[in-house]
C-alpha cells in the first residue's frame, strides 16, 4: 500500500482543513487507517483511527469532538476533517494503513505516506 497526504496549509485559530490520504492497492478496503502527527521536537503522536470492516473511528483526546476521521473505500480514500484548530494542532500530519489493527499504537502501522503540514496560527 503506498499513500500519499494532501491537504495540509495555514490556516488561524477556530478555522478548518480537511486532509486526504490517496492509496493505492487494491485491498485497501482490508487495511484499517490511521493519522497520527509530529510536531517539532516531539514524539509522533496518535490522531485518529478508522477500522477497515465496521468503519468505527477511534480519537485522541486533543482532538476528540473537533476532528472527523472518514473513509471512502471505493476511492481509496481517507479523509479527516479538522474543525476549531488551536495553534497546538500545528504539526507534520501523516496518514498510516495497518492490516488487522485498529488503534493508537504507531508500531502496528506497516505503511505511511509522506506527511502533510498543518500550521495554526493564532
Known amino acids: 500500500v503506498q499513500l500519499q497526504a494532501s491537504g495540509g496549509g495555514l490556516v488561524q485559530a477556530g478555522g478548518s482543513l480537511r486532509l486526504s490520504c490517496a492509496a493505492s492497492?487494491?485491498?485497501?478496503?482490508?487495511?484499517?487507517m490511521g493519522w497520527f502527527r509530529q510536531a517539532p521536537g516531539k514524539e509522533r503522536e496518535f490522531v485518529a483511527a478508522?477500522?477497515?470492516?465496521?468503519?468505527?473511528?477511534y480519537y485522541s483526546d486533543s482532538v476528540k469532538g473537533r476532528f472527523t476521521i472518514s473513509r471512502d473505500n471505493a476511492k481509496n480514500t481517507v479523509y479527516l476533517e479538522m474543525n476549531s484548530l488551536k495553534p497546538e494542532d500545528t504539526a507534520v500530519y501523516y496518514c498510516?494503513?495497518?492490516?488487522?489493527?485498529?488503534?493508537?499504537?504507531?508500531?502496528?502501522?506497516?505503511?505511511w505516506g509522506q506527511g502533510t503540514l498543518v500550521t495554526v496560527s493564532s
Open positions: 492497492g487494491r485491498t485497501f478496503s482490508r487495511y484499517a
Open positions: 478508522i477500522n477497515w470492516s465496521d468503519r468505527s473511528t
Open positions: 498510516a494503513a495497518a492490516l488487522l489493527y485498529t488503534g493508537s499504537s504507531k508500531d502496528e502501522y506497516a505503511y
